[in-house]
């Protein structure tokens, strides 16, 4: 369950695996089980699909949002506020810290090392095995070992989000299961959850025990319009 996971997670993954999308579907599910629930935006490398865009219904959930310190809407410079470091400090939070994608994304998180308990932390690589760059268990392997070296920090679970959006069928889901299963059989990194866009797959959860991981149901928050095929 997400109230088993460590108090901070960081989540990393790939150029368009889906990662903002699980953190906010994630941080949406943490914040009716924890007393006090925040997620940080720090992707200052794609200027699409960011977790602030979402921040008024997360605010109005009882979510804090943390991102850029200019809040011009029609501003899209990397100035990350100082607030972001608060809720690595004080523990009465559970947080959420949305990266950008690749080593890209991992670098910010240099500045932030002195703030994060490794041992209190959460740094889940979501894997969308449809996407250039993580199609077999040894380019999932080859992407995890960079993020790491990048982030100093280790992935500690791996998330199945393979998809092809509106194209999407639980036999994709099915095939990204056993090859990110190859993965973490080779490098001993459990499969975390099993993530799965239940607005259009919603035989998904009758079929979850085929899956390894815990079954996460998803909905869409990010632009589904936008992404009309």
């Known amino acids: ?34 007393k006090k629930a925040a997620i940080a935006d720090l992707d200052i490398v794609n200027p699409y699909f960011r977790s602030r865009e979402k921040a008024d219904i997360l605010q109005k959930e009882g979510i804090e949002v943390i991102s850029s310190s200019i809040t011009t809407d029609n501003s899209d410079m990397p100035a990350l506020s100082q607030k972001i ?13 949305d990266l950008g994608g690749g080593e ?35 380019e999932i392997l080859k992407e995890k070992e960079l993020l790491e070296r990048t982030s ?11 998809n092809l959006i509106h194209e999407t069928t639980f036999d994709h889901v099915l095939y ?13 990194v459990p499969i975390r959850y099993a993530a799965c866009m239940c607005d259009e797959l919603d035989e998904a959860e009758a079929k979850a025990s085929l899956l390894e991981g815990e079954f996460f149901a998803m909905h869409y928050n990010m632009r589904r319009k936008w992404m009309q095929i």
């Open 152 to 162: 100093s920090l280790k992935v500690t679970g791996f998330v199945n989000n393979s």
């Open 1 to 34: 369950m997400i109230t088993d996971d460590r108090r901070v997670r960081i989540i990393t993954g790939q150029f368009g695996s889906g990662k903002t999308e699980f953190a906010v579907n994630y941080v949406r599910k943490m914040a009716g089980l924890v």
């Open 85 to 97: 470091t608060v809720p690595f400090i004080d523990k009465t939070y559970d947080y959420v810290v």
């Open 176 to 188: 990204g299961n056993e090859v990110i299963k190859k993965a973490s059989g080779m490098c001993g």
């Open 104 to 138: 890209d994304g991992t670098n910010v998180l240099g500045r932030l090392l002195k703030y994060i308990d490794k041992e209190e932390t959460d740094f889940l690589m979501v894997v969308n095995v449809f996407r250039p760059g993580t199609q077999t268990a040894e």
